[in-house]
């Protein structure tokens, strides 16, 4: 069984930077389509981003942003480490939350707008960030 462990959250002030990590064992994540949602109390959980997997012959992969952290944030993947990355920048209070990764083994293009596609989830980190 395959396992999503989620690193790198924590409490920075606003304007701040965080990566978090999406890391994986017994599953090859540039196999698949991979993406953050984050959850705030009271609020339902929204997607963040996610990243198609690579193609087979040209390698290319496409990413999706929510229009709320375009140009701020951007997710990558490195093959070798097997992880997901999910680069945080220009942190605003309307950031905080906790954080999830999340994996579809069936999509070749990845979306963020259905989460119940997505069928297995890390456990989760919490970003805050203070104003």
């Known amino acids: 069984q395959w396992q999503l462990v989620e690193s790198g959250g924590g409490m920075v002030q606003s304007g701040g930077s965080l990566n978090l990590s999406c890391a994986a064992s017994?599953?090859?994540?540039?196999?698949?389509?991979i993406a953050w949602f984050r959850q705030s109390p009271g609020k339902d959980r929204e997607g963040v981003s996610c990243?198609?997997?690579?193609?087979?012959?040209?390698?290319?992969?496409?990413?999706v942003y929510a229009d709320s952290v375009k140009d701020r944030f951007t997710i990558s993947k490195d093959k070798v480490k097997n992880t997901v990355y999910l680069q945080m920048y220009g942190l605003k209070s309307e950031d905080t939350a906790k954080y999830y990764c999340?994996?579809?083994?069936?999509?070749?293009?990845?979306?963020?707008?259905?989460?119940?596609?997505?069928?297995?989830w890390g456990q989760g980190i919490q970003v805050s960030v203070s104003s």
């Open positions: 990243i198609s997997p690579s193609d087979t012959y040209t390698e290319k992969f496409t990413t």
């Open positions: 999340a994996l579809d083994r069936d999509s070749y293009d990845c979306q963020i707008s259905n989460e119940r596609e997505y069928d297995s």
């Open positions: 017994g599953i090859t994540l540039d196999f698949y389509s």
